[in-house]
């Protein structure tokens, strides 16, 4: 994959925004891979996503950050520029539960997905080994009755000495503390076994089971402090039927808790995921 | 289509019900085309559905539904048999929307759907022409402010002198009184326009937009005295993005809506349904 | 729907396109709504559509066309502006199943589709009641045994005199003459019912059938002088299993035929499908 | 998982076949847990799937066969019984690609599927460690350039050594010869990365990414001597666009080749799927 800048931008519409940025990319002979935009009609807020080949541009990171600040400030700009040498650092906690964790370490390991991995955060020691094979640094911290606060302290130490871009939640099955979703907004990612809004909270295949609905689902978002209630960047459904038992939705689900976790983390390490409130604008 | 009976039945699970139906049916040189059994382990009840060949029997519906009777006895059995050569009567509700009433209507008169079509019922008169065209009975009762009463008891007198066989609320849009529901029990088939248990209620691709989710649904349901609380009988999702408005919602939503129950309404018609609590099985 | 114009353009790639759209649009205080960008990487060309507010601008339609002018020969651009405020004109051509033709009318006479329909062309008399109903001109063209010819030049005579935009083959089931085929590149479509290239030719769900394929599809396409060769615009698939005989294929397909041609058409008239070689770039 | 009987019978059609197999399950006390039966309607052909628990039947598994055989011989029946105690030995043979090989090993782990795994086989040395983390057994045969022959004659002797039930060809990339088709019939399984019959032999991405279809799709099937035309058991899609080059449709293809395959490999390991000439009944 060839070097490239990735310019992310959000700020209120106005004419001449597309016009400006596009202007100053072509002037220093930046050459544009991908470029996609949005304008959210209700808040009259713009969004956009621009890819510029590396090697055409003039100058580095650093001077193409300096030299479009005066734009930037001009139209009041949130925005990023991200490069693509630069892999982001992932932290993944894990439970018990390898289906997840397995899926993403494959396509780490096959370098289908760009990204570090400095460790492997979990509650249960039973990963550890397959972790390891991998030369991936795995820490345990139980949870012990009556002390979850010990656990959530020496798991937020690890989170930030490992100086996660990212921290992603595959079927790690503990409510994280306010702290940890405050200090990390719209990064951390985790993985819902339903088809949010649908059965929120525990054993969403038990209530799926129980109400008879005909597809299952999973839900990739963003944590925040509410349960279940982030911002969605990807979901998907598979069919049941009458015939399928709860441990047969749970067989099932596992495959698509997979693929949505690897097609939202996907996203969000190309930079295609802006946040808007609590919803998201995938730029896929 | 040839003339065939189907034989639906459910009762306790126990060992030799299969044999004891298809022994009585083979020693009466019956030809089942089609066979479904299903027996729900959490309440070990036992499901069937037999298709026969009416021509292979040396009797007609009367004397087979008198010589199965010891048999269903024996074993407890809630049975019905329904002979393929008598169209089921299906009575449309609609209201402004057309789309899936045209669906419906297009599956009829193209002898997709095996069905009779005794009238039309409508709060309001715009479909009227359409409906006519078709050679059918049209009836529009409004719904006046503050005397609701009069609109339901006028459809609820419809309906009985409709003999229904089956009600279809086609994007009905108002809420049946308890009198109806209870009169019809699993006879009345809703399309709701959300994935349900997600966005109950009004307006829920407004609610499926607020919450940001990435794929929107219809839900085909029984009718119960609960509002969209009944057992589900079909269901399937469209994937909608950051850039879809509540009204591409709408519009991508009335495919999904007139799919999902065309088929919900098919499964009806061929006897596949079978309601256990509030859960179906769908033998398809 | 505001009054929008579509600048539609496809040119070689190189840097500073959109800087000279945007900024062209931006001086005269176009406010844009919608826009995609793609470079094919393999023949390194350039494809844009821009969507602008038609009240946004100072001037219409003609005098938009001559100001760009200067720009698109700069740029050496194939190009084009559309005024959304001007319906397309299509021509429905059917025969005798009624699916993919209702559906279309339905979304016509719901204001679903934008577009005129000057008039039905068929080769068999079934569906002129239906038509004629909408308020629609319906003409009948037999296919007479050992001269097509007289058809295709009374079809082709038609056409012409309908001066369509789009022609769209709704299950015509005739293969069009070259003349015509060439007469209008890029502005027939077909709904070819299978998932091309499989089952290319006659009868495919018969052959799929024969091949035990576990997936049924639908395939929309432009029209070109090779038969059910030509760029595809939009397929979708449906499930299908040992049970499902050709018939059930063939009514299971309906839905899918009518949905993927409605999915294509839509895309065309909206003028999101530009096409290069044998390909589609749709900017969905 | 309880230990059950699974009894899978075809035969010509005829009254009387489930009265009779349903008469001697019951008559032994046998408690049947999951039924399923299906007639081709072409070849009146009758195809049969039951599940029977064995700890419900007063005999083991020899007597049940030695009291089934006389109702065999008279419905002529091919049939078998397969106890679900004794898992199936599958062979898996890969090549240089890990996802459908690594798909499997977690499948296998996590006890998802009940299957041993005597060996891989593999003409590369690539997946040599991460097969034996598993604590499995790896073979490496080489394939020397003009002497295919000697990599197919080992290969051979490694199959007919390790007794395979079923031989999983989990994008293994080499055609294999005759001899070895012949002699497992109806028990190599394939994942061909296309639509079958779209996009026969090699490289079918390169293939559909040059006709510009918008569905990529697997293949899961039977391999016969004839290539790419064995009997299909499962199939699956995903969307792509303009927009993926040949790489994204790799990429994405994986993630179709891996579920389309653990699915197919499911179904047979199950005994679900019948082979009727050059289909499948599959009772999913």
Tied chains: 1, 2, 3, 4.
């Excluded at 930030?160 to 990212?166: A, C, K, R």
Aim: proline share 4%; with cysteine.
């Amino acid at each position: 994959m060839e070097r490239s800048y990735r310019l992310i931008i959000s700020c209120p519409d106005q004419i001449g925004i597309v016009a400006a940025v596009s202007d100053f990319i072509a002037s220093h002979q930046g050459w544009i891979t991908e470029a996609h935009h949005y304008t959210d009609p209700a808040s009259q807020w713009f969004f956009m996503r621009y890819v510029v080949r590396a090697a055409s541009l003039p100058f580095g990171l650093e001077e193409l950050r300096e030299r479009f600040c005066p734009l930037a400030e001009e139209f009041r700009m949130q925005w990023c520029v991200y490069d693509t040498g630069i892999k982001k650092r992932v932290v993944l906690l894990a439970s018990k539960q390898a289906h997840c964790l397995s899926d993403l370490l494959y396509r780490w390991r096959s370098n289908e997905m760009h990204m570090d991995i400095p460790c492997v955060l979990s509650n249960h020691d039973d990963l550890r080994d397959y972790v390891q094979w991998h030369g991936l640094r795995y820490y345990h911290f139980p949870v012990r009755t009556n002390d979850k606060a010990s656990h959530f302290a020496a798991l937020e130490q690890a989170l930030i000495d490992s100086e996660p871009d990212v921290i992603v939640l595959a079927r790690y099955m503990q409510i994280l503390p306010d702290s940890i979703c405050r200090r990390y907004p719209a990064r951390i990612i985790n993985i819902h076994h339903s088809f949010l809004p649908s059965f929120v909270g525990a054993r969403p295949y038990h209530q799926a089971s129980e109400r008879g609905v005909k597809l299952i689902g999973a839900t990739c978002h963003y944590v925040t402090a509410e349960l279940d209630a982030g911002p969605i960047i990807e979901q998907d459904v598979v069919r049941v039927g009458h015939h399928n038992t709860v441990d047969d939705m749970i067989r099932l689900g596992r495959d698509v808790e997979k693929q949505v976790l690897a097609r939202g983390l996907r996203f969000h390490l190309e930079d295609r995921v802006l946040v808007h409130g609590n919803k998201t604008i995938v730029f896929a």
